[in-house]
């Protein structure tokens, strides 16, 4: 079975641009999560989606950051306009939420390098 | 308070040897519990999920929960050098499905 995809695997852009990450959760997978993961701060949880229903965006770093996920498949990450401390690892995952177990799954990430 | 607590190391163990990972969290109310393995420049990889107290064994990994004492702890037997990776600690809180990570221990292991 495929897993979690995420494109692009790495993005290099300058200040000001907008960017656009991507991900494609595994099938019959009802929950996805957007991390993010830098050296300083470790990983964190900036939104996530139950039945294509954003539950939590609390960790939002500000107005800039914006998630959506029109279908059960897709879910998009966009950050407008990006800024140097935006750089990082973005991470997606996804689970089930029948049954309570609640087991993520994560891609491999997008390296999002801002200069 | 930090929902989750881990000891962030690094921690080095001679190969063979046991590794010993601890990790502590403050919601009674958490009912899932897990470890991740990350290795430098990958994405966390889930390696074992417990939600009753006692211990779960998978191969060399056992996973000891304790609910009383709101910890949870992960045992790595016969320590090898590919187990050299960061463990993140993850649980679940009451009423949320989603997952809170404990910033991770790194754990070399000596050849």
């Known amino acids: 079975d495929a897993g979690v995809i995420q494109s692009p695997r790495h993005e290099v852009t300058e200040m000001g641009q907008e960017v656009t990450l991507r991900c494609k959760p595994i099938?019959?997978?009802?929950?996805l999560f957007w991390y993010r993961q830098t050296m300083m701060r470790g990983l964190e949880l900036l939104i996530y989606?139950?039945?294509?229903?954003?539950?939590?965006d609390s960790g939002m770093p500000e107005d800039r950051f914006s998630a959506k996920m029109p279908n059960a498949s897709f879910s998009t990450l966009k950050i407008q306009p990006s800024e140097p401390r935006d750089s990082a690892v973005y991470f997606c995952?996804?689970?089930?939420?029948?049954?309570?177990?609640?087991?993520?799954?994560f891609g491999p990430g997008t390296r999002l390098t801002v200069t | 308070q930090k929902e989750v607590e881990q000891n962030s190391g690094p921690l080095s163990v001679p190969e063979g040897a046991i590794a010993s990972l601890n990790c502590t969290y403050s919601?009674?109310?958490?009912?899932?519990f897990f470890w991740y393995r990350q290795y430098s420049g990958k994405s966390p990889e889930l390696i074992m999920s417990?939600?009753?107290?006692g211990d779960k064994e998978d191969g060399r990994f056992t996973a000891q929960l304790n609910k009383a004492s709101q910890y949870v702890s992960l045992l790595i037997r016969d320590s090898q050098p590919s187990d050299s990776a960061t463990y993140l600690c993850?649980?679940?809180?009451?009423?949320?499905?989603?997952?809170?990570f404990g910033t991770g221990t790194r754990l070399t292991v000596i050849p």
């Open positions: 993850a649980v679940t809180v009451a009423g949320a499905n989603n997952l809170f």
């Open positions: 099938s019959g997978h009802n929950s």
């Open positions: 417990i939600y009753s107290n």
């Open positions: 989606f139950n039945n294509n229903v954003p539950i939590d």
């Open positions: 919601d009674r109310g958490s009912q899932s």
């Open positions: 995952a996804s689970s089930q939420l029948a049954g309570g177990f609640y087991e993520q799954y």
